[in-house]
């Protein structure tokens, strides 16, 4: 499954091993004995003793480069369109990758959808190749990490038609171990294809919160051994596949009501909690042999009373991470650009505490000359010591060399297409999503739909924007995998706050029915979103609810004679709770997270582990 050939280009020659080594003579000296194309357990391991003869090779300014991963604008590394161009002097002071590589002698870039990253896999591949021509060009260049967000459910940077997964809790519903492991297997074998070597998966955090605004259903679940399973199996998938995993966020970003990416969050639990619940996870990614960590911008004053974000603690990193822990993998920051690690000190602070705190790697600073300056100058001015930096190199090209970026920096542009989204890919992906879809309601056996009996189905409901290359909206994708199985479905989107005219023409279309389907996201108390579904079933017609994002919708709906829940809006499990809709699959999957009532949120509903089936 694992791709050695060498690229091809439009723009240049097929290179051989030969001639980039010969172009890089440094290389040589840093592969690793092997090919890297085990488990993490098995992988190569670096040669310590050429890595260091490597990094006293590198001027100060190439190894504070090395530190940063940074975001920029384009399909392409040396010919992007002019509007990237344009963003890309503004923000970085760049044209292209290329430059920026160039430039700053970064030592990984982040691909996002809305930087015009990821069109396709065979652009993807191409941007990837000629990033790493851009570095490995430069005197002692050395081959980039190419990262991205590619958790899969809701977040997922590389859209159709690469194999889209349901999200980490759905698999949590599965409570599968092999599927886990099958997910990181197949997605990191399509990322690698395109270039991509650095995913920041699996989240790792233990979700005890229902009112988490950033995590939910990230999250594995909020049973931290059932969590620690699942990350661990993501991981060895991945890593198996040459694609370091990064399992985030440390020290555990699951008990918060504030977004980190507008907010400061404070996290209350005591060490005790700390160790029984956030920890487990971590410990577990650990003893699989996880390439990076992320840290989380969240204040946890009993692991660290300063208030400081755990990103710049000291305690936290080395005290905690590296010490108790004993993890001497690559620590890298979330991103930088983030309301949660800004709100404290400045954008020159940032890197160089961060450093200080025993990070390794500096995620999509705000401005890049602000924070690659301000660690030149911290150097530079005795705050921080070389040294400093060449431990985090290190462990920087550890990483790169155990993933086999020495050898194989390349990928072949003509097969990507052969690697990428294929029918075996995809039929697993189906087969996973199947095994997640959970029934929480079932009032006399209304599920399965019969064919016969409610032939004519409205789907009507939230259609929030899709994730990253889904086709959407979900009421368009239910209906028509509905009708695929032999309903007559329409859909009719009423929205996440269905105006009174919206519910209205929702009541009178049910009445053309034999049953309706409704579409539930994040329902609250007030929201909207109840009184349609209450008027839905005030008119006979039988209800069908499936809630698209948190399982959690069904306390606040106890009127629905059946209720789902997919854990995600993403076509893949969309279509798999069409499938038991329709009855060709039985439910299968369990609460990962327990459901409290909406009327005494201290009393359990639905408690982990609930799920019915037929």
Not at 289 to 296: H, Q
Not at 413 to 422: F, N
């Amino acid at each position: 499954m694992h791709d050695t050939t060498r690229p091809s280009t439009p723009s240049s020659p097929r290179p051989s091993r030969r001639g980039v080594l010969a172009a890089t003579a440094t290389l040589t000296a840093a592969l690793a004995v092997g090919t890297g194309t085990g488990t993490a357990e098995a992988a190569a391991r670096p040669d310590e003793r050429r890595l260091r003869a490597l990094v006293s090779r590198m001027t100060l300014e190439e190894k504070v480069g090395q530190l940063f991963v940074m975001r920029v604008y384009g399909h392409s590394a040396t010919d992007p369109d002019q509007a990237d161009i344009d963003a890309n002097l503004q923000e970085i002071g760049v044209r292209t990758a290329a430059e920026l590589v160039a430039k700053y002698r970064v030592g990984g870039i982040i691909y996002f959808t809305w930087a015009h990253n990821t069109r396709d896999p065979q652009q993807i591949a191409a941007l990837s190749n000629g990033i790493q021509r851009a570095s490995l060009q430069q005197p002692r260049g050395l081959p980039v990490l190419v990262a991205t967000d590619q958790e899969h459910g809701i977040v997922c940077r590389v859209g159709k038609p690469a194999t889209l997964f349901p999200g980490a809790m759905a698999l949590g519903a599965s409570g599968s171990v092999p599927d886990a492991r099958a997910l990181g297997r197949i997605s990191g074998t399509e990322l690698r294809a395109m270039g991509i070597n650095q995913d920041y998966s699996p989240d790792a955090d233990v979700n005890v919160n229902p009112a988490n605004p950033v995590i939910g259903v990230r999250s594995f679940g909020a049973d931290p051994d059932a969590v620690a399973r699942l990350v661990a199996a993501e991981v060895r998938g991945y890593q198996g596949a040459r694609v370091a995993a990064t399992a985030k966020h440390f020290p555990g970003h699951g008990d918060t009501a504030v977004d980190s990416h507008y907010g400061f969050p404070v996290i209350t639990h005591t060490r005790e909690v700390w160790e029984k619940l956030d920890a487990v996870p971590f410990r577990a990614a650990i003893r699989a042999g996880i390439d990076s960590i992320m840290t989380a911008h969240i204040q946890f004053p009993a692991l660290d009373d300063s208030g400081d974000p755990a990103t710049l603690s000291h305690p936290i990193l080395t005290g905690i991470l590296r010490g108790e822990l004993g993890y001497d993998g690559v620590v890298i920051t979330d991103s930088l650009g983030m309301q949660g690690v800004r709100t404290k000190y400045g954008d020159d602070r940032v890197p160089v505490l961060a450093l200080k705190a025993g990070v390794d790697q500096l995620l999509n600073p705000p401005d890049l000359d602000v924070a690659w300056h301000a660690v030149l100058d911290a150097v530079r001015g005795g705050e921080l010591t070389e040294a400093r930096l060449d431990e985090s190199i290190l462990r920087i090209l550890r990483m790169k060399a155990r993933r086999g970026l020495f050898e194989d920096p390349y990928v072949s542009e003509r097969q990507v297409a052969h690697r990428v989204g294929t029918p075996g890919h995809l039929a697993e992906a189906d087969r996973i999503a199947e095994r997640t879809t959970t029934l929480l309601v079932n009032e006399a056996r209304l599920l399965p739909l019969s064919r016969r009996s409610h032939r004519t189905l409205l789907v009507v409901g939230a259609d929030p924007a899709s994730p990253s290359g889904t086709t959407g909206p979900p009421t368009g994708v239910l209906a028509a995998a509905l009708t695929e199985l032999g309903f007559k479905a329409t859909a009719l989107s009423t929205g996440t706050a269905p105006s009174a005219a919206a519910i209205d023409r929702a009541v009178a279309a049910a009445g053309d029915v034999d049953a309706v389907v409704v579409a539930t996201y994040n329902v609250t108390a007030g929201s909207a979103q109840r009184t349609l579904v209450e008027r839905l079933t005030a008119t006979g017609r039988p209800v069908v609810a499936l809630a698209v994002r948190n399982p959690y919708d069904v306390a606040q709906l106890p009127s629905v004679p059946a209720y789902l829940a997919s854990y995600s809006w993403t076509d893949v499990e969309l279509r798999a709770a069409a499938r038991v809709i329709a009855g060709r699959v039985r439910p299968r999957g369990k609460l990962p997270v327990p459901v409290q009532r909406a009327d005494d949120p201290s009393r359990v509903l639905y408690p982990i582990g609930y799920g019915l089936s037929y």
